[in-house]
C-alpha cells in the first residue's frame, strides 16, 4: 500500500506468478528501502578476510545491519589463532568505515 | 496587569468545555473572560464520549480543537516514560508534571499520535495540588539535582497564554535553587513570564529543527527565527537554556541544512547559556504509521522515510545511519566549541558508546543527569502508574 501511495509506477508493481514469492519480496523491499538496500549491498561487496574455520553471513536485522558469523574450534591454539584472525577482520572493518 | 488571552489563541478552538468541578478555578475564569460565550460550554462529563478505544484521525484532529477543562485525579509528578525502558534505552533523570494533554500545533511525527486516546485536549485545572506533591518532595529532597519537565504529553509553552501555569512554576521552583524545571516547546510563547526572571535553574528549551523541517513536518509551530528570537529573550531575562535536535530528518539536503542550525545556535549563543543539546533522530511505534499516513499523505519526510523496527519495538532509521547523523551534530557542535554539553535522547547503549566512546555517566557534564535519585511516590505505587491520563 505505502509503494502505492508513493507513486510507484504500477509496472513496477505488477508481480509476475513465475517469480518465486522470496524475489517479489526482495523486489518490493528494494522499492521500498531503495537507499537502505543500496548501502547494504555496497557493504556487502566490501569483502573482509575472515578466518578460514568461519561461515560469514552478511544480514540486515531490524535495524542494524551486520554479519552472522558461526565457527568451530577443536582447541585452544585453533581458539586463539581464530581469534587473532578477527581481530585482523575488526582492524579491516574499522579502516573501511573511515 | 494580567496578560489577556491573544485572539489568535481563542482562534484556533471550537469550543471550550469546562468540567462543572473546574468552573470556579482560576485558569476556567480566566477562559470565561476572555472566550466569547458561544464557544463555553459546563459539562458533567468529558464531551464525545461513546467513540471506540482508539482515536480515528478525524477524532484526533478534532481533539486538536477542543479544550476541556477538568482536574486531574490521578498522580501529577512521575518519571519520565524513557526510564521504564531502562533495558533497550539509556536516560536521563527526568521527571514529568502534566498539567494537560494534547497539542494546539501538528508535527506529522508527533508521538501523541499513538499515545493519547482522549477526543479532546485537556487542561488539567488543579495545579494546586501538582504543586503540593512537588512542595512535599522538594521539601525532602531539596538538595538533590531533581529535573522537572512539563512538556511530555502537551508543549509547556504553546497553551500557556491561557493557563498563566507558568508563573506559578517559575515561582514555586526560584524557592528550590538544586531543582530545575524545564519548559519544552516549539513555540515562542515567552513573554508571560520573562519579568520573573532571573530563574537559572528554569531552562526553556527548544525543540528544533532546520527551517526546511519546520516548514515540512511541523505545522503551526514557531517559525525558526522565531524560536530563536524567543531563546534570545529568554537569556536576557536571566533563564537558561536548552535545544533540543530532535527529531533528526533525514533528507538529501541534511547536512547543509543541520549545519545552519548548529552554526546559528553556536553564533547566537554561548555553551555557558545553553545547559544542554540533545540530539535524537526520527523513531515512532509501529501502529502511528497507518494514522501518520492518513493524516499526512506519504509525501511526509516522516511516513516516506526508511524505518526499520529496533530492539525496543520503535521503529527507527537503520543504525549506521543514526550513528552517522549523530556523529555530524556532534563534530559540528564541537568544531565551533568542544564545551558545548551534547547528548543522545532515547538512544540505545550501543549507539551511545557507537557516538560518544562512553556512557553518559563518563561524559563530563552529564553525571548528574543520569546518576541514579530516590526514587518518588508514583514510582513506588501500582496504582499511580495505572491512573491514565
Known sequence: ?98 | MEKPIPLNLIQQFEKVFIDEKSWDSAVAERIRTYFPVDKIERVVQEPFVGRGPELSPEEFDRSKKNIFVTTFNGQFFKRCPGATQKKTLTCCNYYVLNLGSQCNMNCSYCYLQSYLNSPVMKIFSNIDQALSELEEMASQHAHLPYRVGTGEVIDSLSMDEITLYSRQLVNFFKKYPKWSLEFKTKSDKVDQFLDLGPAQNVMVSWSINPPYIIQSEEHGTARFEERLAAAEKCVKSGFSLAFHIDPMIWHPEWKENYAFLIDEISRRFTPEQVKVISVGALRFQPEQRHMMRQRFGMKSLVTSAEMFPSEGGKYRYDASLRHEMFQFVLKKFRDHNPAWNLFLCMETPETWLNSFEQTPMQVPGLHDYFRPLPKIKSENSDLASAVKI
Open chain 1, 1 to 98: 500500500m505505502e509503494l502505492i501511495l508513493l507513486n510507484t509506477k504500477s509496472e513496477e508493481l505488477i508481480l509476475d506468478q513465475q517469480i518465486p514469492a522470496e524475489d517479489i519480496i526482495k523486489k518490493l523491499k528494494l522499492l521500498r528501502y531503495p537507499k537502505t538496500l543500496a548501502s547494504d549491498e555496497e557493504k556487502k561487496n566490501n569483502s573482509l578476510l575472515w578466518p578460514t574455520s568461519t561461515q560469514v553471513q552478511a544480514q540486515r536485522r531490524g535495524d542494524r545491519w551486520g554479519y552472522n558469523i558461526h565457527f568451530f574450534v577443536s582447541g585452544p591454539q585453533e581458539l586463539t589463532k581464530t581469534i587473532e584472525q578477527f581481530q585482523k577482520a575488526a582492524e579491516q572493518w574499522k579502516n573501511q568505515s573511515h
